[in-house]
């Protein structure tokens, strides 16, 4: 699940808030619509959450400003991948789901680039993979060492 902190535009307050929700209502008693909101600050973790929402506090009464809203990074394209593949139970299955993402991502594939997903995944090696893809005719090979799925 998913928390973040907003600020009340009536009171001034943070509040720690579930961003998966519609609305919430402030202890001023305001019911904010959270679409509208800016989110000071994402997390996954309800202690930390509460860590965040006492300092936000701690700096508006201060009269100090809010750092600027704190977005979640970026994660990198081959351990979403991994992880995507991860809940195919049929090795076959989750090699043609590397495969074809692979090919989504860069449109053409190095045996490189399997290696980065493999390594994420943990399992086999890359040219292992790439010679069962072929073999089973889901991926070919377009130029020297590139490869695309079927």
């Known amino acids: ?17 579930e961003t998966n929700k519609k609305t919430t209502t402030c202890q001023c008693g305001r019911e904010i619509k959270l679409r509208r909101m800016k989110l000071r600050f994402q997390t996954d973790s ?27 990074r970026k994660r990198e394209p081959y351990s979403v991948i991994a992880e995507r593949s991860q809940h195919s139970k049929d090795p076959v299955d989750r090699m043609q789901l590397i495969a074809q993402a692979l090919t989504d991502l860069k449109g053409e594939f190095t045996e490189e680039d399997l290696g980065k997903v493999l390594h994420a995944v943990g399992k086999g090696s890359p040219k292992d993979m790439i010679a069962k893809l072929q073999q089973l005719n889901l991926i070919y090979e377009t130029g020297e060492g590139k490869f695309r799925s079927v």
């Open 1 to 17: 699940m998913k928390y973040g902190v907003i600020v009340c535009p009536r009171c001034g307050m943070a509040k720690g808030v």
């Open 46 to 72: 309800p202690m930390e959450l509460a860590g965040s929402v006492a300092r936000a506090n701690a700096a508006i009464r201060g009269g100090e400003q809010l750092p600027s809203e704190k977005r979640p």
